[in-house]
């Protein structure tokens, strides 16, 4: 069975300060891609990084950015310089290339303490 | 902006009505949509995935004749709750699969549609 495990229920961060949310996938696919979604209090999900499986350079996007290790088959997040706008609950997923299985983990609810 | 719409927002009705919620892809034409429950402080449950012009494929547990899903276009489908009742009252999101112009294939979630059934 594949599945996204996120062994933080729930984080907090000081303002301005970094932060590392924690995600460990398990999946018999070689094609397949990983993502973090941000779910404010608006409950919008808004894509907030991708990482295709193949590359092993590690995604960034500004603040963003993540610890990809294929091998242990860990995905973690980094948000550096932490904002009030980033609390919010953070899941991670994992997808298929090859199909439509998506899969998330049970999220993470980040507080930013000002 | 939002790639992807869905409609309506907030709906409250009466147990035993039909609900139909609508899930649109703006900015891209989606071959592949995905309808998703959400529970209080919960993660995302999938319930289908449908496939435009073809039947969707619902989840274990999911029960087909309540939930019904039509993707009629490669940017429309629409989830009809039938015969909802209080249990049924819950966040229902909707997402699509696609790429934006130069984008790499992503889902694009809705803003999500609150149900209260009374």
């Known amino acids: 069975a594949q599945t996204v495990t996120q062994s933080q229920p729930e984080m907090s961060v000081q303002e301005a300060e970094t932060v590392t949310l924690s995600c460990t996938y398990d999946?018999?696919?070689?094609?397949?891609?990983l993502f973090w979604y941000k779910q404010p209090p608006s409950r919008q999900m808004i894509l907030v990084i991708r990482q295709e499986a193949y590359k092993q350079q590690n995604a960034t996007e500004n603040r963003f950015s993540v610890n990809f290790q294929k091998a242990a088959k860990s995905f973690s997040l980094k948000i550096s310089d932490s904002q009030l706008g980033d609390a919010a609950m953070y899941f991670c997923?994992?997808?298929?290339?090859?199909?439509?299985?998506?899969?998330f983990g049970t999220g993470t609810s980040l507080t930013v303490i000002p | 902006g939002a790639v992807v719409s869905q409609h309506p927002s907030r709906v409250i009705c009466k147990s035993g009505t039909s609900v139909k919620i609508e899930c649109r892809s703006l900015d891209f034409q989606a071959t592949t949509m995905f309808w998703y429950r959400q529970f209080p402080k919960q993660s995302l449950m999938l319930m289908a995935t449908s496939n435009e012009g073809s039947k969707a494929t619902y989840e274990q547990g999911v029960e087909k004749d309540k939930f019904l899903i039509n993707h009629a276009s490669l940017t429309l489908s629409t989830l009809t709750v039938t015969s909802a009742h209080p249990e049924d009252s819950s966040f229902y999101i909707c997402s699509a699969r696609g790429s934006l112009a130069g984008g790499t294939d992503t889902q694009y979630f809705g803003p999500g549609t609150r149900l209260t059934v009374l």
């Open positions: 999946t018999s696919e070689s094609d397949y891609y």
């Open positions: 997923a994992q997808g298929s290339n090859t199909g439509n299985q998506f899969y």
